[in-house]
């Protein structure tokens, strides 16, 4: 039987890449997409067509609209604006207002029971401490205590068999992503990164402003359109 | 302004329990449902009385039918019958039909992005591993886990004033929360526990069985309808 892995799949470059390098380790993909009141739902329609891509033998959509009810985030709430320019926020030492609260921890709990359910080994995501946008929950010391976390919470993990978190990005640079995404022939014409969630991106979040800074120093053409530019 | 606390309220006995311990220590409750494709709605209905006996600010009931859609549990899905009898399953160190993949890690999850978004400073949670059904994510040891994962995956963590999971039944015997609930006047005659959810319970599944034990141990008649005796 083959070996199962389940990728949660935004429809941005990281989660994208994250199912080329699924791929490349000899997974079965199960890519699982959360439907949370985002403000656009482009990023939904860009991984269906990712999954697409990769034939998966299912893509879930998993509705978290208890989030946008809950608000709390530029990223899910209307009254939050979405700030144009907040590069490099991490340096600021700075949580940014897209931080939507408890993201990847409830992505990654609702990833384990599927994981659970499907009889996958591992769960890949995207996250990256190189490169962000300040979250905390993106950071390698939340994937190592979640991963301690999930192995006391399951069944698989009282059992021995354990399911694993791997964020093969998260040492990463936007740069070093790109170009081990293009080695493994990653779609990044179905991506999407843009926080404005328009047919063409803004060019001027600071999700597309990383996102254009790590093709330009991988020395690639970003192959998605751009209002600017 | 008063301090607040989110509750995971189930409409149990254990959880119950849990909102007169937080009302008894001063906080201000804000009670979360999740409604996960149960066999039946009565828990939910239930946990709605229980809010308003509280006189709560506001009751969130969260839809988490993904977990209903992807089974895996006698509780979620028709295909797997729930047990009759299975008490004591801790004792052979095997898990029960009946757990829920990562459900407890999926409700601390989204109790933590709420409690970030009212402000709670605490989530109260009524696990159990004493009198319990041998669920790994009942343990202290995942609470304990779960709560360092909090701290780093949150922005209040980040900043440190954090948010804790207390789960104050955990050492207790039912008899021992029973006795503590009635101190407080905690309304259990608005609660249920019975797996098969009918209006009266069926007092012979695993659920009903651990509760009956408690009340009869505490010297108290319970104060909900049962088929049997």
Redesign the interface.
């Known amino acids: 039987m083959e070996k199962k892995a389940v990728v949660v799949l935004s429809g941005g470059l990281d989660s994208t890449t994250c199912m080329g390098i699924a791929k490349d380790a000899g997974y079965e993909l199960y890519p699982l997409t959360f439907y949370y009141g985002q403000r656009h739902n482009r990023e939904v329609e860009q991984a269906k067509k990712i999954a697409d891509f990769y034939g998966v033998p299912a893509h879930?959509l998993?509705?978290l609209?208890?989030?946008g009810?809950?608000?709390?985030s530029a990223l899910t709430d209307t009254n939050i604006e979405v700030p144009v320019v907040q590069a490099n926020a991490a340096d600021e030492e700075e949580?940014p207002a897209t931080?939507?609260?408890?993201?990847?921890?409830?992505f990654?709990?609702?990833a384990?029971?599927?994981a659970?359910?499907?009889g996958a080994e591992v769960i890949y995501i995207g996250v990256s401490a190189v490169d962000y946008s300040g979250y905390?929950?993106c950071?390698p010391?939340?994937i190592r205590?979640?991963n301690?976390?999930?192995h006391?919470?399951?069944?698989a993990?009282?059992?021995g068999t354990g399911i694993r978190i791997e964020a093969p990005l998260a040492h990463l640079s936007k740069k070093e992503t790109i170009e081990w995404g293009l080695a493994l022939g990653v779609p990044y014409e179905l991506s999407t990164s843009c926080y404005q969630g328009g047919a063409e991106a803004c060019g001027e979040c600071d999700s597309c402003r990383l996102r254009l800074k790590g093709f330009a120093e991988a020395g690639v053409k970003d192959p998605i359109s751009y209002q600017k530019g």
């Open positions: 879930r998993v509705n609209d208890f989030l009810q809950i608000g709390g949580i931080y939507v609260p408890a993201r990847n921890m409830i990654l709990s609702l384990v029971a599927y659970e359910v499907v905390p929950d950071r010391e939340f205590s979640m301690e976390t999930v006391l919470a399951t069944k993990g009282a059992k």
